[in-house]
Every structure is written in structure tokens, then in C-alpha cells.
């Protein structure tokens, strides 16, 4: 085993914040980033039956798998090999973007606190933890289709009699992430400033040495569905959730080919939703110990 100092970097999204274009991105670089000491780990690692974060760490465990082989610093030492960064992205390990039945979340996020705190106590030593933003109607809009996408079909309406803005309450969020044991930096970024921030985000999750083999992958993925797909799930009311009609309606009517993105919020309700995201962002960057990733010249 190396006895290399080792560092951990935990980016944990959120949800709908173009995690998988960051994910591909580092993916791209792994080898590249393994032969400088830097071992990258993304959701292909952790999805599989008995293998997510916690089930490997051992500090959570499906009654229906089986225990983990290794031990916690067996595991850890497998991963990070000789390396001196560990760094791993993985969004689900804070909790769902919706309700598995299309119900209210009245606390968003609400045990990612806790399930950081095991992970740093599985490992044994602080984690980094970096974690993106996004406007609250944004946030909302892209949940809903994610919503859609994953077989669960309800009215705009309805979904958002469960999720008002109000719900999307990132101070929360952050000021609960700064109270988990074993917590070392807290880096944070808005979505909106998510390409220009590219290389400053790359640089605190793999460090500044390797930041430069990392290079946005040039096409992004996971984009929403489009008004005309979202009206095509809803007239189809009889179909078999099974289907994924909502996938299949994005290919057929796509944003890319020029169909306006949906939109379930007014122009005046986007713009009350910006100014309480606005609000949130100025609290956030007055908290101690988190580090607000911004633009040059951004007056927040």
C-alpha cells in the first residue's frame, strides 16, 4: 500500500446541474489523470446492484445484497491504488430528484448531510465536497421532465402544487452540508456559470497539476424534453409506463432540432424564483467555510 498523503474529492451534484457532462468529461481523462496520481470514479461505478457508495464503504447496506468483500480501507486502498487524489461524482449518493411515486419532497436532499458524515467516517479522514446549483424554476422544469422520462406521468399542475419554488431551498441544503463530520472543503457553483467555471471546477475536484488534462466534452447531454414532447406523454394517457414514451417523444420532437424547451412557469414566475435564487446565492456566499465559485466580476 502507498504511503502517499491521499486527498478526496466528493462532487455530489445536484441533480440537473450537467453532472454527466462534467462525469464524461473526467471520464475522458481518466487515463490521463490516473498516470498523474489522480483516480476518477463516476456513476458507472456505483449503480450496479450492491455496489453504490455506501454498500462498498459498508455503512449502508441492501438487506437483499450481500455483505461487502473488503473492508472500508481495503476498498478505499483498491480504488485509490497509488494514487494521491481520489476523486468521485456521483449524484444519487445524496438522495433522488423526485419521489419514486410523484409525491411532495418536503425537504430536498435531506439526509445528504448524514450520508457525507458516513462516507468521511468509512474512509477515515475529511472529504471535499463540490456541489452546483441552479435556478429554482430551472431546477424545477428539469425535474419535472426527468419525472416524465423516468415513467412517472402527472400534469405540470399537479407537480408543482407537490414542488413550489419554495421547496428548492438551497440555503438549507449548504447550511446542513457544513455540519457534517468529517466535512473539509465545501466548494459550491451555480449551474447558470457552469461553462465558463469549467476550468476552476476541474481544478478543485482533480487539482490544479492535472486540471489541464481535463477538456469539456464538446456536446451535452441529458437535455430536457421539449414542450411539444411533454404535450405528446400527456395525450397518452393509456400507455404502459414501461414504454418510456417520454424518451421517445424527445427523440421524435427534439430541442436540438429547434422545438421550444418546456416550460412550466410564466415569465413572473421565473423572475420571483430568480430573485429568491439570487437571495439564496448572497447567503450562501456569507457562510464560513464554503467556497462560492463565481465569474470574474460577478457582483454577488
Known amino acids: 500500500m502507498t504511503n502517499n498523503p491521499l486527498s478526496i474529492a466528493l462532487h455530489i451534484g445536484v441533480h440537473k446541474t450537467a453532472t454527466t457532462h462534467l462525469q464524461r468529461s473526467l471520464k475522458h481523462a481518466r487515463r ?5 496520481g489522480v483516480r476518477y ?33 481495503e476498498q478505499l486502498a483498491l480504488m485509490r491504488k497509488e ?21 411532495a ?33 430551472g431546477f424545477l422544469n428539469a425535474a ?17 402544487s407537490r414542488n413550489p419554488v419554495s421547496s ?10 457544513r455540519t457534517a463530520s468529517g466535512l473539509g472543503r465545501l466548494t459550491v457553483w451555480r449551474y447558470e456559470d ?14 490544479t497539476e492535472a486540471a489541464h488534462l481535463v477538456v469539456p466534452r464538446p456536446k451535452y447531454v441529458n437535455r430536457g424534453l421539449s414542450a411539444a414532447a411533454v404535450a405528446d406523454v400527456l395525450q397518452r ?17 427534439p430541442v436540438e432540432e429547434g422545438y421550444p424547451p418546456f416550460d412550466g412557469f410564466s415569465q413572473a414566475e421565473h423572475e420571483m424564483g430568480d430573485a429568491i435564487y439570487a437571495a439564496q446565492i448572497k447567503a450562501i456566499a456569507a457562510m464560513d467555510g464554503v467556497t462560492l465559485l463565481q465569474p470574474q466580476n460577478d457582483p454577488t
Open 105 to 137: 419532497l418536503k425537504t430536498r436532499y435531506k439526509d445528504a448531510d448524514n450520508r457525507i458524515a458516513a462516507f468521511a467516517n468509512a474512509v477515515g479522514q475529511e472529504v471535499d465536497v463540490c456541489v452546483a446549483l441552479r435556478r429554482p424554476t
Open 168 to 177: 428548492v431551498d438551497w440555503v438549507a441544503l449548504i447550511a446542513r452540508l
Open 194 to 207: 457552469y461553462a465558463v467555471l469549467f476550468p476552476q471546477i476541474v481544478a478543485g475536484l482533480v487539482g
Open 144 to 160: 419535472y421532465c426527468q419525472m416524465l422520462l423516468g415513467g412517472r406521468v402527472q400534469p405540470i399542475g399537479l407537480y408543482l
Open 41 to 73: 470514479y463516476g456513476p458507472d461505478h456505483f449503480r450496479s446492484p450492491g455496489q453504490t457508495i455506501p454498500a462498498r464503504f459498508g455503512f449502508r447496506r441492501d438487506p437483499s445484497t450481500q455483505a461487502p468483500d473488503l473492508a472500508p480501507a
Open 32 to 36: 490521463a489523470l490516473a498516470a498523474e
Open 83 to 103: 494514487g494521491h487524489r481520489l476523486v468521485i461524482s456521483e449524484e444519487n449518493f445524496i438522495g433522488a430528484l423526485n419521489h419514486p411515486h410523484g409525491l
Open 237 to 253: 394517457t393509456d400507455a404502459d409506463p414501461t414504454d418510456k414514451i417520454a424518451a421517445a417523444a424527445r427523440r421524435m420532437l
